[in-house]
Structures are given as structure tokens and as C-alpha cells.
């Protein structure tokens, strides 16, 4: 195990050497990496304005990198080819511990700073509690590595008493088709945050009045945004700034909007301990790293 | 162009042409559009299916992993393509698993606008039932397992709407093209058909309001030339025929009024020959009265007439007594005067209402509606008053009685027949009992009946020999002997008994039976005769000739037949003949009395002293006696007057050479006073009634021994 982290980290500081030099490099863009929690083209549509933005009060070159798996997203943040990254709480804390990333702030969405693992399922699916969930279908938004939609739902499937192949473990691109799926009848039970189902782009598509939520985990904190270690103090400041009160003026309310955020608001990493107890409850003390 | 009529060959060789150019390029048009609107269904299937398919390709990935945001964007990709209504994914049940539908399209919009709160189901559903979109679903499956459905909508309209442009397009190019090749052929064959086609027509036209005068002919060549050549040939043959026809006609037009007004006058000659021949019909020619046949036809209407009033009706029968004597007395012409004379007086005396015809000979007949029946006694009573003055003929003065029957409507008859026969019985009757006037009573239709029975036997009776000879002998005054008798004739019917001779010889005088029951007579007197001479009696056997029998051209034949057969010798039948039958027409009678075949008779003149007989022609006549009437002898010995004739008529007779005969001697006082007056023979009851052949020898020895 500690090989296996030693190489890590070894391969982590010769993949980001190159870019320490360069990052302060005035004509070297920053890298702003989104976790492909929705597809390519929507990803961009959602944060140009942001990158723009964050281009002009930077006065410096703003590039927008997704992937289309977390794979290709996760080699990336490995190779900390990212200035700036987005992605789930679970890969921060990851990243955090491999990489050194910094968390600089996390997501208000639909006017909610946190988020809470939760199983949902059809009302008219017949399940009133999590155990009944035995020997059901279960569909988990994205990979293992979701935050709320694996891991909080695991914790929440392991707390009920079901272990790994006490149920069929399935898994959606993301969490919103989690539930969707579950729906449309493909699953028994959806892993997803509790506040997905409220998304525009699950509520838009079906009718939600018909699921319901079986159990969820405390609330914790939303979405974080951190920032390679490799940036300066100043530009990091800067970053979390500009990233931090855009919900001060009129432009930044657009480019909130059109990220279909609320806010984004301060974030430290002490924010994101509820987090990594329940990873240790679901993965080992290994946060499951081995596993990636 | 603008020249052209509707109804001429030109106009309708335009409109032949048009339309057959229009018609076949619209169904060029058509084919094209069939043809254009199936390679479009085609490819407009063929697009669907493949963007269908397209869609269901790429929903394999997302619907594996669950990813119906990706899904949906896919839907949202292919619903934007043109003219792309919706594109969905469902699962097997049909409900959406994408939601994306594109708002602003009409179809969708209208359902929108329509329904609130409609499902994208429902509204696929809505979508699928109208004709315009064109649907096509595509399973999207994964190594054979199935996972949903691509159902894609496209609209049809756009391409509707462009094939029916483009249809109407090509059909006004069609038109516009028909109409200016017509137009285009119509001007190349104007000049050299149209035109000398108008011409022709032109000139027949002429022809046909026989308008000659005008040459028909065409300029340049070919067939048209030719015909019009013809044409104009034609018009001069017609010409010259037309100008013939109407000389002929003229002449015929004059022959006409001529037979017209020839048949005009044979018209109406014939309608008046007509209405003589009408007239003549109904009327009797010599008096000019109704004849039978009106006077029927006038009863049958006074009957419908006073049936309708209930009312009578009078028919009498009107008969002159003795007329016959006066036609044979003074021949016809007199009595057609007298008749004339007759009914000229009934024409006065009748009503106006009434009518009066002739029925034939000396019958009349009165119709007079309305009266009953002593009215009409009334009437008749008058007609004999009127009758009673003297006729006054060329050289005649004469008196004539008349007899009348009368029957009445309704009480004795009710038809037109009956009432006439009726009438006749009544008038029989009046004349029998010479009472003047006779109303019907069914008493007389009795006799009427023994009439018709008689008649009807009397054929019989002559071939069953029920006729006899019953003989009274005629004495010689002075010798007192007997040495001829006198043939009566006795019908003994096997039903009536004996029948006299005025009951039936009257009716053989009208039916020409009389010429049978003379000839029957002559025999049984000849073959009695022969009888009696064979017995070795020389008597001399009388019989009676009416005048029908003396102008009958056959008898002098019989009676030399007869003689012959029964070798008579003269004298040995004697024949009476009437003095009016003689007087009736002497000239022929006297023919046939000198007749040959006749000479074997002798004669005498039977009645005399009633038939104003004509001394020239008693002294022609070859009779050798005269037997006077018994109306001046039965009374003679009484009657001074009647002796006094008798005595002036022997002596009349003597002096011409005749002897004298008396009959009706039935009592002795005139036998002995025609003895004293030198009456050469008697017969009477005085002497014998007539008796059977069987009893006469012994009748004759008896009254001989009387006398003596």
C-alpha cells in the first residue's frame, strides 16, 4: 500500500514538473478542469461564461478542459494538468491527499451550500426501507467514486445492513440518469444526491412526484473547486475571489446562472471531514485508492 | 382567331385540337406528378427510416448506460432536423424515454395550444393520427436484446405543398401550350381548308334559300378547287331544274283550283243526294210521309218521352176500307192519287206534335204522344170525320171509309213492335165489325193468333190434302135438272175442325198461297169431273179463280197439263171469275182467258153487278154465263129494287148472249121469282148446301125428284 502511494506520488511530481515552471508563466493559460458530472458540450455550454470571466480578471488565458469519462477526468487531475478543477468531494479528498489540491470553494445549488447522500425510489415500487432494497437492482450515478451517489448511498446500504451482493450494483453515466433510470423503471433504487432529483434537467424530464427518497446521509458540503497547488498564494487568492463573489454583481449572478449554480461560496477543507469518514466507512482508511 | 364561331368546323377544329393537346399533357402532367409523388413518398420514407434508424443507433450507448440526458440530447438533435415533427425514444409500452419535443413546430404547437398539461405519450399519440406526418419506428436493440423504440415523425406537408405547385405549374404550361398549338395549327389550316369550307358552306346556303345567282368558286388548286367546280355545276343543274318545277307548278297550281272547285260541287252534289237519300229512306215516296221505318223510330222516342213524364201514347193503324176494289176498279195511278189525297187529309187533322206515315199500300199509322185513350178515340173519330167528304180524282168522284186501330202506351204495349201489332189487331177488328174505331183488348190478339196458326198450317194442309171440295148443285130452270155444281173449298183442320174459306183465303190472297190452293182446286174439280164421267155423269164442275190467279202466267200451263191428264173435254170445268178481278186488268185477264192452254174451261163472271164493269169489255170477254151477286137476290122478293136489278141484269146478259145464274136462292119464293124473270140457272140453300163429293149423286136424284 504505501508502495503503491509512493509510486503515486512520484509519478504525480514528475507528470507536474514541467507545468510548476510554466504556471506562473504569463502567457501559459490557466487550466480549468470540470468533472464530467454532465456531458462535453453541456459542460462548456454551462461554464464558457465563467472561463471568460475568469479570463478577464485574470487578464490571462482561461482554457475549459472536460472529459468524457472520469478515467480520462481522474488522469488528468493525477497529472495535475488542471490550474483550477471542479469535481466531487470524493476526488478532492483523493486528490487532496495525493495531490495536494487545495480547496478554495464549493457549490450552492438550488440554494443549498450541502448536499446529502440518498437511495431513491418509485413510490409505487413497494419499498419502504432500505433493507428492502435486498436482492434488488440498484443503479449509482457515475463510478464508485461518486460522492453522494455511491459511497453516501453505500454508507447508507452498509448502515442497513446490506453488503456488497446483497443487491445488483449498476451504474449510470451520472446521477441525474440514476434517477431517471430508476423512473423509467430500469432500476429498483437510485444512489443520488438528494438535491439531483430537484435538478432542471431530471425535474424537466420526468415527473418526481413519483419517486421519493428512502433514506439520505447528513448534509454535507456541496461541490468543491480547488486549485493546484502549484499556483501562487496571490493567484490562488485571486482565483477564490473572483470565484467567491460572483454572486456580488450582475455579471457574476449571469454566469452563476448559466452554471446552474446558486452560489459559490468559501470552502476550507476542514468543510469536507464528514466526507472522508464516511469514504473510511465505505472504502478503509485507503479512502480506496487502490482501487482507482 | 377572334372570328372563330363555337359551332363551326374552324372553331371546332381549334377546340378538337386544344383539347386533345390539353387533355394529353395533363395526363403527361399527372403521370409526371405520380411519378414525382412516389419517388418523393420513397425517399421521404427512406430519409425517415434512416433518421430513425440513425436516432436508434445512437441511443444503444446511452440507453445502456443509463444515460438519458445524453438520450435526450440525441432526440433533441433529431427533432431539429427539417422537417422532422418529433423524434422519441419509448420503451416497449410506448412511454418516452426522452422528453424533448420541439414546441415551436405547428403540429405540436396546435396540440399545446389545445390541450394544457398533455403528456408527450398523448401527444405522439395525437401526432400519429394525422396524415401529413409520416411515422416510422426503428427497435434500437443491443445483441439481440431489445431496449426501446425510435419513433420519428416527418412532415409531409412541405412536400405536399410543393408537389401540388409544382402540379399546377405543369398544368398551366399544359393549357398555355394546348391552347397555342390549337391556335397555331387553326392559322395554318385557315387559308387552305377553313376558308374555301366557308365558301361552300355560303354557297349551299344559297342553295338550300334557292339563291342561285351567285358563282361558288375557290382560287388556287387542289381537291377543295375541284369540289367547289362541282359545287358551282351543281347550283346550275338546281337552277335550271328549279325554274322547270316552277312552270309545272304553276300549271299545276291552275288544275288544282280547277279539281278543287269540281270536287266542291261533286261534295255537294253528293251531301244533297245524300240528304234525299236520308230523306227517302225515312219517307214514303208517294205521299211523302213518314214510311214505316220513322214511324217506328217516332214511337220508340214517344215512348222514351212520356216514360220520362209517365205519361201515354197513342198508335193507331189506319186502313181505307175497299181500296183494293178501287185499285182494281180504277187501276193504280187513281188509287196513288187517292192515297195522296188521303194522307194530305191526315196530315191536316192530326196535331202538330203528333205524326202521321204511311206504312205501305192503304195502311196508315198515327203517333200521338201525350193522350189517353179516350183522347184518342177522340182523335180517330175526327180522322174518320175528315176522310168522310168525297175524294175527287181525274174522273171519279169517290167516297172512302176507313178503319182504325188504336193501342196504348204504356197500358197495352211497351215497345215500339208491339204497339204496331197491337194497333193492326185492333184495326182488323174495326174492319171486321165495321165499327170505324177499335181500341185494343187482349180478346183480340186471340184472333190474331188463330190467324198466324192458320197461316202457318196452311202449307200443311196442302200436302196432307186437308183441303176438299164440298159441291152445290146449280139448276136448270125449267128442265129442273141438275147438270153442274160448284166446287167450295172446306179446310177440315185435324185441331179446329172444319175452317170456311173467308177465314183463310184472305191470308192466301196476301201470302201468295192463293196461286197453290187454285191449282189444288183446279185439280180436285178436273179429277172429280173425271170421277163422275167415268161413273158415266156428264156434270159440269164450277170453281173460283181469284184475280191473282188470272194474271199468272203459269196457269194456262196447269190447266192444259191437267186437261190432258184427265182428257178433259170443254166445258167440263167452268171457271168463276169476280167482275172486279176482271174489271182489275181485263187486257191481260182476257189474254190468259183465250190463252190455249185454257181452252178446255169455260167461263163465267162470278158477283156481278159490284164491279162496275165496262160493257165494251163484257162483250170481249169469252165467258158463256154471268152468275149476278146474291146481295141482290137473297132479298129480292121483298126488295123491289134489288128485283128490279136482277131483272135488268138478266136481260143485260141475255142480250149480250150470256146465260144467267143466281145464287143465294134460299127460299122457294125466289126461286119462283127468278123463274118468272127467265133466269136461266139457280143455287142456293134452297135448293142444296154444299155437300161431299160422295153425297152429290145422291143430293142431285133428290132435289131433280123435288122439283118434278
Known sequence: MRRRQFIGYIASAMATAPRILSAEAKNRPIVLGIFPRRNIKITYKLFTPLVKYLSFRLDRKVVLETTKSFQEFWGNVQQKNYD???????????????????????????????????????????????????????????????????????WLLRNAGLQAGDYIEKFSINPPNTIIS?????????????????LDNVRNRIDINELKILAQTKQMTHLPWAVNDDLSMALREKIQVILTTLNS?????????????????????????????????????DLGISTL | MKNIKKNSLAGQFFILIAVIMVFAMVINAFVQYSNEARVINKSLNERVKSISELLASVSVES????????????????????????????????????????????????????????????????????????FHKTP??????????????????????ESIKTLWQTIFITVFTGIFVGGAIYLLFKDKIFRPIEVLTAGVKNMTRFEFDDKISIKGGGELVVLAELFDGMRLQLKSAIEKRDAVMQELSVLNDSLEER????????????????????????TGLPNRILIAEQ?????????????????????????????????????????????????????ESDMVGRLGGDEFAVVAPHVNESDAVKVANKILDNLQPSFALADYTLKVGASIGIAMYPEHALDQTSLIRLADVAMYEAKASKSGVCVFHPELDKYTALRLTLMDSLHNALETKQLHLHYQPQVVIGDNKVISVEGLIRWKHPELGWV???????????????????????ECAFKQWRRWQDEGYDIQVAINLSARNLVNPELPKFVAELSERYSMKKGGVKAEITESALMNNPDQVIEIMNDPGMQSLTFSIDDFGTGYSSLSYLKKLPVVEVKIDKSFVVNMETDDDDANIVKAVIDLVHNLGYQVIAEGVERKEIFELLTLLGCDKVQGYFLSNPVPADDVLEKIQKIELELS
Open chain 1, 84 to 154: 483550477i478543477v471542479h469535481f466531487n468531494q470524493y476526488h478532492y479528498i483523493v486528490s487532496r491527499k495525493l495531490y495536494n489540491y487545495q480547496v478554495i470553494a464549493a457549490n450552492k445549488e438550488l440554494d443549498s451550500s450541502t448536499i446529502a447522500g440518498s437511495i431513491i425510489v418509485r413510490k409505487d415500487s413497494g419499498i419502504s426501507t432500505v433493507s428492502g432494497l435486498k436482492g434488488k437492482t440498484i443503479l449509482f450515478g457515475g463510478s464508485r467514486r461518486a460522492m453522494q451517489s455511491y459511497i453516501g448511498a453505500t
Open chain 1, 182 to 198: 430508476t423512473y423509467f423503471k430500469r432500476a429498483d433504487a437510485a444512489g443520488s444526491g438528494d438535491s439531483i432529483m430537484y
Open chain 1, 249 to 285: 454583481h450582475a455579471e457574476g449572478k449571469a454566469i452563476l446562472k448559466s452554471a446552474h449554480l446558486s452560489d459559490i461560496l468559501l470552502a476550507t477543507d476542514s468543510d469536507f471531514d464528514e466526507h472522508r469518514k464516511i469514504i473510511t466507512d465505505v472504502y478503509g482508511a
Open chain 2, 63 to 134: 440507453l445502456l448506460t443509463f444515460d438519458y440526458v445524453t438520450l435526450d440530447s440525441y432526440a433533441e438533435f433529431t427533432s431539429k432536423q427539417k422537417d422532422v415533427v418529433f423524434a422519441v425514444v419509448v420503451n416497449k409500452n410506448g412511454i418516452p424515454l426522452t422528453h424533448y419535443l420541439n414546441s415551436e413546430n405547428p403540429y405540436i404547437n396546435v396540440i399545446l395550444d389545445k390541450y394544457s398539461n398533455i403528456t408527450i405519450k398523448n401527444i405522439i399519440t395525437l401526432l400519429h393520427d394525422n396524415p401529413s406526418i409520416l
Open chain 2, 140 to 161: 434500437v436493440m443491443f445483441e439481440g436484446d431489445f431496449l426501446a423504440y425510435a419513433l420519428v415523425g416527418l412532415d409531409l406537408e412541405p412536400y405536399n405543398k
Open chain 2, 263 to 286: 270536287v266542291h260541287e261533286r261534295t255537294q252534289e253528293l251531301q244533297m243526294l245524300n240528304t234525299k237519300i236520308a230523306h227517302e229512306a225515312m219517307h214514303d215516296p208517294l
Open chain 2, 299 to 351: 214511337i220508340q222516342q214517344s215512348i222514351y218521352h212520356v216514360k220520362r213524364e209517365k205519361d201515354s201514347l197513342a198508335v193507331m193503324m189506319i186502313d181505307l176500307n175497299n181500296f183494293k176494289d178501287v185499285n182494281d176498279t180504277l187501276g193504280h195511278p187513281e188509287g196513288d192519287k187517292l192515297l195522296v189525297n188521303v194522307a194530305e187529309r191526315l196530315a191536316d187533322v192530326i196535331r
Open chain 2, 500 to 522: 170456311f174459306p173467308d177465314q183463310f183465303i184472305p191470308m192466301a190472297e196476301n201470302s201468295g198461297l192463293i196461286n197453290l190452293v187454285s191449282e189444288y182446286v183446279l
